[in-house]
């Protein structure tokens, strides 16, 4: 099994909702993370986690909450968003250190109204 | 630090046409460099990488790119493009020390009948 999977695809959340995405793989990986994507533009890292620990925090307000409960599954919890937080939100996962084996998730695409 | 440059924010070719995607980078240590392939409102896929060794890498898809340490240049190319072909492509570094990649802003490839 070589997926990232991603839930959910689509969210629409008003900006006072709290939502979470979430993000899951089998591949014994140990290190995960969270990219933002606004449209026309390149991924941006948010987060990594190696080995459960956050390693990287690439300075994302609060209102993005990262969790890694397991080495499988890995939340970006979502409170009082903007509109401009609008994006696609993608994950990927691999060894630490590893990004030459890097594997993405087909995202979440999410609308903040 | 690294940083990459892609030279064409889009590139309109005709099928069969060969193409070629510029990418150049900038970083004062070894790198790793990527091109990813991304399809409207999916994730990114690995198109291929340069790691080490040959100079020349052949990827999926019938892509292909050298690595010009001199040019700091990574340039992706096809020799005869299909329909199919049409997308967003991000060329990468890494220099495998932060566990995180570095994108370009992106090509929009699109192949016209």
């Known amino acids: 099994d070589t997926e990232v999977t991603q839930t959910p695809k689509h969210l629409v959340m008003g900006m006072t909702n709290k939502k979470s995405l979430k993000c899951e793989q089998h591949m014994g990986h140990r290190a995960m993370y969270w990219y933002k994507q606004k449209a026309k533009k390149p991924p941006e890292l948010m987060f990594v986690y190696s080995y459960e620990k956050l390693s990287i925090n690439e300075s994302v307000p609060s209102r993005f909450s990262p969790e890694c409960p397991n080495s499988s599954l890995l939340n970006l919890h979502l409170h009082a968003l903007q509109p401009e937080d609008s994006a696609l939100y993608l994950c990927a996962s691999s060894q630490p250190y590893r990004v030459e084996k890097l594997f993405f998730g087909s995202g979440t695409q999410l609308s903040v109204l | 630090a690294q940083s990459v440059t892609q030279l064409d924010s889009q590139v309109p070719v005709f099928e069969e046409a060969p193409v070629e995607l510029r990418c150049n980078y900038s970083?004062?240590?070894?790198?790793?460099l990527f091109w990813y392939v991304q399809y409207p409102n999916q994730g990114l896929q690995l198109l291929l990488k340069?790691?080490?060794?040959?100079?020349l890498v052949k990827g999926i898809n019938g892509f292909e790119a050298e690595f010009n340490k001199s040019q700091t240049s990574f340039h992706l190319r096809k020799p005869s493009v299909h329909i199919s072909d049409t997308a967003e492509y991000f060329c990468?570094?890494?220099?495998?020390?932060?566990?995180?990649?570095?994108f370009g802003k992106g090509t929009k490839l699109s192949v016209k009948p």
């Open positions: 990468a570094v890494s220099d495998g020390s932060q566990g995180n990649l570095i």
């Open positions: 340069y790691l080490s060794g040959s100079t």
């Open positions: 970083s004062s240590v070894s790198v790793y």
